[in-house]
């Protein structure tokens, strides 16, 4: 029977599966009639096109990702926000709740005697939201000033610069200028060794040398004489000064103060370009020299790429700067002055340094003693507060010298300019003598924190 029916269709295989109700359906009454014939091959190219949408769809950052949950948990907290609030007012701030009954009252007087402060507020501001905002401010205010007050608290106090009246004693130089000096050690009498000491830069007649005692001193029979360069403490500055001119004012000094021989000159840190200039200009009245961590000009000539480039490389970033200006903008160097040293207000020594202090000497300039030391010494030094001498002294350091140090140095010297010294020379020796100075020269140079002895005599 089946097979005289035929395959039966879509129809009749659903209807099999359902009870006979009686009713037969038909294609037109369902309308599948009117549906359309499905295509494979336009399904297929729907699905290709979706799938490369999701290709060509760039992929969001880990900026992006981030971004994006920022942004959604904070819209997650407002609303978290809201909820609270609307929950506080629909629980605490109603008519019936126990705060407002025992609250309300007094609240309601303290804001009627503060409702003028609303007049303060701008017009399309609710006092109900405003205030509260302006208290939460407030409590953050005052919570950032006791944090600073802590912080400051912990940071040592500014010192203020404070004047002293004048008591330095003072020579007068031929051309009319006072020169102020200090002895230390033994009378000019008893003294087997005279020693004359330029200070360095930012310092004065007191500095001596740093942590020396008098009585040692006396037991070695040494007689330090200090001064002030020109414009420093107590003397009179130098309308045009140089190198020549400081070691003339070395020498005038030890012919006031009663230095009728030869004597040493001592050069602490900067104050050794007055000490070479002395061993350059006035070699015939120095017995010797002694070199503490001695300066050098960081222009100068002779040194090679190598070895400026072995110096330069160990300061500081300010002292680079400093030197810099020196030597291309020296008018620049007022302004930085009157803000440190010369602004009436003590700063830390390791910002005049030219290397990195080492633990040692940290410890050492942190000190009660040193910091005495170090501030009347500073304050002596600008007594003035005159920016020029220190400008000049800037200047002084990185411009031409007037003589190399390898000037210095023992060599031998011979004559044979002309004809006759030349036939002389032919049969006999060249008249020859030795230049530079021929004195001794003691350096001791700081390095890491180590002090290391270098000694050189000719």
């Known amino acids: 029977m089946a097979e005289v029916r035929g395959v039966n269709t ?6 099999s599966l359902v009870e006979d109700t009686g009713m037969i359906y038909t294609g037109d009454m369902i309308g599948v009639s009117s549906l359309p014939p499905f295509n494979e091959a336009k399904s ?38 809201r909820g609270c609030i609307d929950i506080v007012q629909q629980t605490v701030v109603t008519e019936d709740s126990f705060l407002v009954q025992k609250l309300g009252g007094p609240v309601a007087k303290v804001s009627g005697r503060l409702r003028f402060l609303n007049e303060f507020l701008p017009e399309d501001r609710d006092p109900i939201h405003a205030w509260p ?17 802590g912080h400051d608290e912990l940071v040592p106090p500014v010192k ?34 005279s020693l004359i000491a330029p200070h360095p830069f930012l310092s004065s007649r007191l500095a001596v040398i740093p942590g020396v005692k008098t009585s040692l001193l006396e037991e070695f029979g040494v007689r330090l004489v200090t001064y002030d360069l020109p414009g420093f403490g107590e003397s009179d500055p130098h309308p045009s000064r140089n190198l020549n001119s400081s070691a003339f004012d070395m020498l005038h000094l030890a012919d ?37 961590a001695p300066m050098i000009n960081p222009y100068e000539p002779s040194l090679t790429k190598e070895e400026m480039r072995s110096i330069w490389g160990e300061w500081l970033p300010r002292r680079k700067l400093m030197y810099y200006l020196a030597r291309r903008l020296p008018k620049l160097l ?6 440190s040293f010369l602004s009436g207000k003590h700063g830390r020594i390791e910002k005049w340094m030219s290397l990195s202090l080492g633990r040692r000497d940290t410890v050492l300039t942190e000190g009660q003693t040193f910091e005495v030391f170090w501030h009347r010494d500073v304050e002596e030094s600008i007594r003035q507060g005159n920016a020029k001498p220190f400008i000049e002294e800037a200047v002084l350091q990185v411009s031409n010298w007037g003589f190399s140090l390898a000037d210095l140095q023992v060599q031998r010297r011979c004559y044979r ?6 036939l002389r020379s032919l049969y006999s ?16 140079q700081v390095c890491r924190g180590w002090m290391t002895k270098l000694f050189h005599q000719q």
């Open 44 to 81: 297929a190219a729907a699905a290709e096109v979706v799938e490369s949408d999701h290709e060509t769809e760039p992929q969001e950052s880990l900026k992006e990702q981030v971004t994006g949950f920022m942004k959604s948990w904070c819209e997650m907290l407002l609303e978290l926000g």
């Open 10 to 15: 879509w129809q009749e295989e659903l209807a």
């Open 256 to 292: 006031a103060v009663g230095v009728n021989d030869k004597f040493w000159v001592l050069g602490f840190s900067s104050g050794s370009m007055h000490a070479w200039a002395a061993l350059r200009y006035v070699p015939h009245r120095i017995s010797g020299a002694a070199m503490v």
């Open 160 to 193: 203020k610069v404070r004047a002293h009246p004048p008591n330095a004693s003072r020579i007068q130089l031929p051309d009319g200028r006072h020169l102020a000096y200090r002895e230390i050690g033994v009378p000019a009498d008893k003294a087997r060794f």
């Open 429 to 444: 020796q060249a008249e020859c003598e030795l230049a530079g100075f021929l004195g001794p020269i003691h350096i001791w």
């Open 133 to 149: 905002v302006i208290f939460f401010v407030f409590i953050l205010a005052l919570s950032a000033l006791k944090l600073n007050s």
């Open 334 to 339: 007022s302004f930085f002055y009157r803000r």
């Open 417 to 422: 300019s002309g004809i006759f010294p030349w």
